[in-house]
């Protein structure tokens, strides 16, 4: 089945810190892989995907590269902000008619000043 | 910026009772979506909606669920008779089209059965 696995918060950083958060995903057949960021207060918003082995998301600083011998999706920074404190989702999508999205449980970041 | 918005923010029930979450997806948009959360669990998919019919559902979305687009911009997600277990955030999600873009999710709903 289609499942994703990402490390357990909260993290605690200081600012300009070097961010990972590792997200692994078990798939049939080739999904798409996606980041969401959650602010306080707010909704899900899309932070950046991939939709291929090797493609390199981008957006606002965040990097995360398809990797599809690991299975792997993590999320890097190499600056974190305060701002950037939220909670990030790693996520597939199967594909399909629904394009229905199978979320990781979501870790908690904490930018400390 | 075009937005998904859902009602109320917050809402108490008591077990038994019926409860009408509500969601207004953005207008140029197809496909819909009901995702639950429950405290400290993973963002689950619920149900996707499309051409005015349900489209694929989990095995979470039984007999207590039901989703209706009743005029053109509403999205609803009606859970019959609430249980302590289906306390959780509830987020309601769109689509453009069926390809791989991006679904914008609203604010969501949290849900409290007592």
């Known amino acids: 089945g289609n499942s994703v696995t990402q490390m357990e918060g909260p993290v605690t950083l200081s600012e300009e810190a070097f961010l990972t958060i590792n997200c692994t995903y078990t798939?049939?057949?080739?999904?798409?892989l996606f980041w969401y960021v959650q602010y306080p207060g707010e909704g899900l918003q899309l932070l950046l995907k991939a939709t291929k082995a090797d493609d390199k998301g981008s957006n606002k600083g965040f990097e995360a590269t398809y990797r599809k011998e690991t299975t792997s999706f993590h999320l890097e920074k190499g600056s974190v902000q305060v701002s950037d404190s939220a909670v990030y989702f790693c996520?597939?999508?199967?594909?399909?008619?629904?394009?229905?999205?199978?979320f990781g449980t979501g870790t908690l970041l904490a930018v400390q000043p | 910026e075009p937005e998904v918005t859902q009602t109320p923010s917050h809402q108490v029930t008591q077990m038994g009772q019926e409860v009408i979450l509500r969601c207004v997806p953005i207008?140029?948009?197809?496909?819909f979506y009901w995702y639950r959360q429950i405290l400290g669990q993973k963002v689950e998919f619920l149900v996707s909606f499309y051409n005015n019919e349900i489209s694929e559902k989990s095995e979470i979305f039984d007999d207590q669920f039901s989703v209706e687009r009743p005029d053109g911009s509403n999205f609803t997600l009606k859970i019959r008779s609430t249980k302590l277990e289906d306390s959780a955030m509830y987020f309601c999600a769109s689509r453009r089209t069926d390809q791989n873009t991006e679904a914008f999710f609203g604010q969501g709903t949290r849900l409290t059965v007592v």
């Open positions: 207008s140029n948009h197809l496909y």
């Open positions: 798939a049939t057949g080739y999904p798409s």
């Open positions: 996520a597939l999508s199967p594909g399909g008619a629904t394009n229905k999205l199978i």
